[in-house]
């Protein structure tokens, strides 16, 4: 078939670009490198099937995602280790079909007999859904198989995935990646401006008593009414306004798919709305005391910024300590600042 032979171009001009470990220069430009890979193997799919390429990067972002290991140390680009370069992963029963008796069927035809999606992406002959041509090849058909627009897709992604949460984080991941036009968006920033004056401590965990015994799912940055509070992350705004408990607030999904919750906010930066792309360092709201009642209440407690991580499994979504996250980067601030004066004085 003619996708056959263009598929083949694709194996041609893509892989001998890789990159091997030690010919790298640093961690850095491997990531990097990487990618560049994936990113021409997501463009080379969109010209072939007309799904857009931020879709398959969203998807491909978001199985990385739930599959990662939370005791890990979160680390940007850590996914260049993996052996593969994609992270789309099906079950057997999906790629091979649930009445197929080989759960390691490799045959188009006997696939396709059995009702499973697995396709033979690189011309070899083979479905194998360890092979990343054949993974995002598979995607990309079964996506195709319910239509073009952007509404079409998150059908799709509906049935797929069968969870209304997975379809927008993937939707606002496919949001980002079209937005900036590349896959490598690294970068983070402390909540608050470090010149201005804070306060914080490990405290996710401990329990509170308003609306019913519960426990503190994040970290109390304390400062003054007004400090700007920022994006730590390059995200979209998935809310933003009132909640009894956070009173204004805002929650922003960032390119890991994680959600970071601010809460008690004395006021929004009106620049933003939800569903609005926000990158490191942009101010999104600012310091305040509200919540703990109907909209408006405010001056229950000091002044402070409520900084709250939730990780999506898939299944799931909950929430994990933020502190070693907030630590390491203050610290990588003031390392950049002290870089960046240090060069100014020579």
């Not at 999904?253 to 919750?261: A, E, F, N, V």
């Not at 980067?329 to 240090?342: N, P």
Request: charged fraction near 25%; proline fraction near 5%; include cysteine.
């Amino acid at each position: 078939m003619w996708y056959k032979a263009l598929l083949f171009l694709i194996v041609l001009s893509l892989f001998p670009i890789s990159i091997p470990a030690h010919a790298a220069s640093s961690g850095t430009s491997e990531t990097a490198a990487l990618y560049r890979e994936r990113q021409l193997l997501f463009e080379h799919m969109q010209a072939i099937t007309g799904i857009p390429w931020y879709y398959l990067a969203a998807i491909d972002q978001y199985e990385r995602s739930i599959h990662k290991n939370p005791k890990k140390k979160e680390a940007e680009g850590s996914a260049a280790s993996s052996a593969r370069k994609i992270g789309i992963a099906f079950t057997p029963e999906v790629w091979c079909g649930f009445l197929n008796p080989n759960s390691d069927d490799t045959n188009p035809a006997s696939i396709a007999f059995f009702g499973g999606l697995g396709k033979d992406g690189d011309g070899d002959g083979k479905a194998s859904p360890d092979n990343d041509l054949d993974a995002v090849y598979t995607m990309a058909s079964y996506l195709s198989g319910f239509g073009y627009t952007e509404d079409d897709i998150r059908i799709a992604l509906w049935n797929y995935y069968a969870r209304d949460r997975n379809v927008e984080i993937v939707s606002e991941l496919a949001s980002l990646y079209r937005y900036h036009n590349r896959l490598h968006l690294v970068g983070s920033a402390f909540p608050v401006p470090l010149h201005y004056s804070y306060s914080y401590r490990s405290t996710w965990g401990d329990p509170r008593g308003w609306g019913g015994r519960r426990i503190h799912e994040g970290t109390d940055i304390f400062a003054g009414y007004g400090t700007p509070v920022r994006a730590t992350r390059h995200g979209v705004i998935e809310t933003m306004g009132w909640n009894p408990y956070g009173g204004w607030r805002v929650g922003i999904r960032d390119i890991d798919s994680l959600y970071h919750y601010y809460a008690h906010l004395n006021g929004f930066n009106k620049k933003f709305k939800v569903g609005d792309i926000v990158q490191p360092g942009d101010i999104i709201g600012y310091v305040g005391s509200s919540g703990y009642g109907k909209p408006g209440t405010s001056g229950k407690f000091p002044p402070h910024l409520h900084y709250g991580v939730y990780r999506d499994n898939g299944k799931a979504e909950y929430s994990y300590d933020p502190y070693p996250l907030l630590k390491r980067w203050e610290r990588e601030e003031y390392k950049a600042k002290k870089k960046k004066k240090s060069k100014g004085s020579e």
